[in-house]
């Protein structure tokens, strides 16, 4: 029932402006996830993904205080997803683990390639270089 009451009123071009879509207490939720879970995770896997360039892409842009909020809220969804242990198909299974994760971010990456910047892509390179260097 409170479903309902939350989208009285509310038009189809309402549900699909991600303004307007978004909830803020779970894109706060994600941001939190993402915030403490993402380099341990990273640090761990990015030699056994060949898509690390374009995840650690993503983490920058969606810190970047100039990408519009609702980008965000999707890049924090897609960040949460490749963070969290358990997902469609679990991480540990060699070939194939990171094969839902590639999809969710290659999914947002198309969705939200104009504000995915040439310095969040620098800004992606250098972090690998600097891991890989350690």
Partial sequence: MANKANT???TVEDALDPNKALVPAVVRMNETRVRQGFWPK?????????????VVSVWYCARDPAT???????MLAALAYFVLPTDAIPDVLAGIGFTDDAAVIAGVIALLRGNLKDRHRDQARAALDRLEAD
């Fill in 42 to 54: 990273f640090a761990r896997t990015a030699a056994k993904i060949p898509f690390a360039r374009d």
């Fill in 8 to 10: 009285e009123g509310m």
């Fill in 68 to 74: 519009p909020v609702a980008a965000k809220g999707m």
